[in-house]
């Protein structure tokens, strides 16, 4: 179980007393040398014996003449048994034979070399595998022989020669003595795989009688050491679940499962009668059904791979993908997500090389995302900058993150760049130390929401922003090109420590605000954030801006820390969607990553604790903040919460009241609210594409919010601490609370849904909708944006997954949600697929 066949054989043997082993190998030799070496940890001697060519069952074995200089053994290394070796042998011994063949019956031979014997066992007659007009038996031979030495001088060596079809057919007409010894025991010659599951099967089940090694903690269910099963797991036996394993919440390992060593099972997957190697990563959801999966296969979030279908060792299948009945993907191939894989994956693979996603890269910890690839792609990263470009590197407090920063480090260095670290921050941070140290580039490496053993990396230009597309395909191309620079010895990059890049940080956020009128309020805040990157910020800055500071208590944190993130990422695909759904809305949250419906429920725990706190304490505002750092919830001194669209148009209505004519940068996925103000102020509002990228590159050219020497114009927008302090300020000069705020944004109905559509699908569902739709309607900036009476309505595919997003905002949440229906069902004709998933409905008031 778990374990090469030829290792449950060597158990055989040491059982039988033989322990001068002798192999004889053609096909990558050195895998098996490698894993058996001389044999001592298995109880034996071996010596191998290599043919340059394939010679054949008996050429191979003359190879080793000199060695077998008395009775001898031959046996296959792919036939899984557990019959009499002393048994067969001492039948050879009693009847006096030159060969013995080891016989078993079996109902269907016609795969078989079928062998008929007399009464006293002799062999009369061989024929290889018989038509059903030609079978005469039902006794077929196992490719386990008994044999003298005397057989091996009955040819010559060097040539391709077969026992079954050249020796023993030569022997029976010499009439030497020849017999067949029927074995009562189990005998599975595993050469197809189909043989392969049912031998797994037949040892689970007791059929064939192995010993399996590892503990048997109920009927059925064997479990080695090290393996974590979570309480809410379901396991049927029998199952097999090898050592190191982790085994996530309700998955299901059903019966006649085989699990190999350090495989990890994610939430609510269910596995029934698959067998998986080593190292496996099987993502949430997944469903497997009679399905093999080879060393090192990553399975990603609600894919299914079904009966027969067998997945190479390092082969990557992506969410949302189905790999149907049958289909073999070969090593070292990429799935795609959302692929429906039909036939099999034997050249290239079925997506193109890419590493970036929505936010950067993204994959498991020691999964995808191992020290090895880090420290290649950080060479890949710093090889493409300019001479003398220093890379900044930082991280949150997650240790998985801590860890690939290291290996980033190393090959950045390797390219001959320099590092600077400036350890444990925000990500608004690791941006302000990018444009504070005039560094070539920085990367931010943090967990991803939604996935406790993920790690996400973060690509910052020399400006601070996001890296654009070209340099995204620049590093793509020479990572898997390896076409990256390698220094010399001397010329290797050299690593420094920046410290306390945080009090810079503030020392610029200041120098951009009236500190004096915040401090005069003295403003009372309640605050959750995480306790390793946010909250020693927060601190720093109530210090300094005179607030008083309420960090609500370990219970609370608990319920709400961390998990801000993930419920506002997790229905943020794109910053549209950062800055446009209720992030607190329940309804919204069900069709993010698995985790984050738990997580949405524990951010509502959490804010009624924050609220609670505000009125408790008589605050005058409550805030959460999202580990990273970019995204903010406010909640009021009447215990009323703000978030998503509502607050994009609060630090509109900031930038709107600074100055006559003032613009406004905004995603094509916000609300048409924003323009209501601009109108009522005399502004404008600038649209661009719903991608991080196109909102900060907009902001800064119209230099929307003024940043300090070193503090990047877009930084209120996409900083959680800038945005508070800007509040702070807004609040004290206009002398009037958060609520009366609140007041002024205009009321927002927006909704939005999921629609499943394949790749190829894509680009006929959108040509399709701008043929059908009027002309003078529609706008074309990111996606398809239609204008109805009622409102608009923008259907927008997403980059990373086998979806198309749809937004809509009218004059009231019925017509929003009219609007949003009438697109998801077009989508949904057009593709061909099924109902789409539940909406993520948007905050409304």
């Given at each position: ?8 054989l ?17 096909y ?10 001389s044999?001592s ?65 079996v ?20 024929l290889?595998?018989?038509s ?38 030569m ?5 030497e ?18 043989a ?14 192995l ?49 190999g ?42 894919c ?14 992506g ?39 929505t ?7 020691n ?40 290996a ?53 230009d ?22 990256f ?54 601190r ?80 005058d ?24 669209d ?27 609210a ?26 800064m ?14 930084q ?18 206009e002398?009037?609370?958060l ?43 990111d ?37 949003r ?8 004709e ?16």
């Open positions: 179980m778990g374990k090469p066949i030829m290792e449950h060597l158990n055989l043997l040491v059982s039988h007393g033989i322990r001068d082993v002798l192999v004889t190998l053609q990558k030799p050195e895998m098996i040398k490698d894993y058996f070496g044999g940890q298995f109880g034996v001697h071996i010596r191998y014996f290599v043919e340059d060519e394939p010679l054949g069952t008996a050429g191979s074995v003359k190879s080793a003449e000199g060695f077998l200089n008395d009775t001898f053994l031959v046996i296959s290394g792919d036939a899984m048994t557990d019959m009499d070796l002393t048994a067969a042998i001492e039948y050879h011994h009693c009847k006096g034979s030159l060969a013995t063949i080891v016989l078993t019956r109902p269907t031979p016609l795969e078989y070399g079928v062998v008929i014997t007399d009464e006293g066992g002799r062999i009369q007659r061989f290889e595998k018989p059903w007009g030609e079978v005469f038996s039902d006794m077929v031979n196992t490719g386990v022989y008994v044999l003298e030495p005397a057989v091996l001088g009955c040819f010559e060596g060097g040539k391709q020669f077969d026992f079954s079809k050249d020796l023993f057919p022997l029976l007409q010499a009439g003595p020849m017999y067949g010894y029927e074995t009562d025991g189990y005998w599975c010659d595993v050469g197809n795989l189909e392969y599951r049912q031998t797994h099967i037949d040892i689970l089940s007791g059929k064939a009688r010993c399996i090694p590892s503990r048997e903690v109920g009927p059925g269910v064997w479990i080695e050491d090290g393996t974590e099963v979570h309480r809410t797991a379901t396991i049927q036996g029998p199952a097999y679940i090898g050592a190191r394993c982790k085994i996530g919440p309700y998955a299901e390992i059903g019966e006649y499962s085989v699990l060593e350090q495989v990890l099972v994610g939430a609510n997957t269910s596995l029934k009668r698959s067998v998986l190697w080593n190292n496996v990563y099987l993502g949430s959801e997944v469903e497997l059904r009679g399905a093999i999966l080879c060393d090192r296969v990553s399975v990603k979030d609600r299914a791979v079904f009966e027969g279908a067998v997945v190479g060792t390092d082969s990557t299948v969410q949302k993908s189905i790999v149907k009945p049958g289909v073999k993907v070969w090593p070292d191939k990429i799935v795609s997500p959302g692929t429906i894989l039909s036939s099999s994956v034997i050249w290239g693979s079925t997506s193109f090389s890419r590493l970036f996603g936010l950067g890269i993204t994959g498991g910890f999964i995808e995302m191992t020290a090895e690839f880090a420290a290649k792609l950080g060479a890949a990263y710093g090889s493409g900058l300019r001479e003398g470009a220093a890379v900044v590197l930082a991280a949150d407090g997650s240790k998985g993150a801590q860890v690939i920063k290291r980033l480090s190393a090959g950045v260095l390797s390219s001959g760049r320099d590092v600077r670290d400036i350890g444990t921050v925000t990500i608004p941070v690791a941006r302000f130390a990018v444009a504070k140290l005039k560094s070539g580039g920085g990367i931010y490496v943090c967990r991803p929401a939604g996935d406790p053993n993920g790690v996400l990396l973060r690509f910052i020399e400006k601070a922003l996001d890296i654009a597309g070209s340099e995204q395909r620049r590093i793509e191309r020479d990572f898997f090109g390896e076409d620079a390698r220094a010399h010895a001397h010329a290797a990059g050299e690593l420094s420590y920046v410290p306390d890049i945080a009090a810079h940080y503030l020392n610029a956020l200041e120098s951009t605000l009236d500190v004096q009128a915040v401090r005069d309020r003295r403003f009372r805040v309640v605050l959750e954030a995480d306790r390793l990157t946010m909250l020693p910020l927060v720093r800055l109530a210090e300094r801006f005179g607030l008083d500071l309420l960090v609500v208590d370990d219970a609370v944190g608990k319920a709400v820390g961390g998990a801000i993130d993930d419920a506002v990422a997790g229905v943020a695909d794109s910053v549209g969607d950062g800055m446009a759904d209720g992030a607190i809305d329940r309804a919204g949250l069900a069709d993010g990553p698995i985790g984050i419906e738990a997580e949405a429920d524990r951010v509502l725990e959490g804010l009624v604790g924050v609220s609670q706190r505000v009125l408790s304490s008589g605050a505002l409550g805030v959460v903040i999202d580990p990273g750092g970019e995204r903010v919830i406010l909640v009021d001194e009447k215990g009323s919460s703000l978030s998503g509502s607050f994009l148009a609060l630090l509109s209505l900031m930038v709107l009241r600074q100055r006559t004519g003032a613009r406004v940068v905004a995603p094509v996925t916000a609300p048409a924003i323009e209501r103000l601009a109108r009522e102020f005399d502004g404008e509002v600038v649209r661009t594409k719903a991608n991080l990228r196109s909102v900060m590159e907009t902001m050219r119209e230099k929307v919010f003024i940043g300090g020497s070193d503090l990047p114009n877009f209120p927008a996409f900083d959680a601490v800038a945005a508070l302090a800007r509040i702070l300020e807004f609040m004290a000069k002398k009037v609370p609520s009366r705020l609140m007041t002024r944004v205009p009321p927002i109905h927006m909704d939005k849904a999921t629609v499943s559509c394949p790749w190829e699908r894509k680009g006929e569902v959108m040509r399709t909708l701008i043929e059908t739709e009027a002309k003078d309607r529609l706008e074309l900036l996606g398809i944006k239609v204008y109805h009476d009622s409102g608009w309505a923008l259907v927008l595919p997403d980059s990373d997954e086998p979806v198309v997003h749809v937004y809509s905002e009218a004059a009231s949440m019925e017509d929003a949600m009219e609007l229906n009438m697109y998801v069902s077009r989508i949904t057009i593709s061909g697929q099924r109902s789409p998933e539940s909406g993520k409905h948007g905050e409304h008031s």
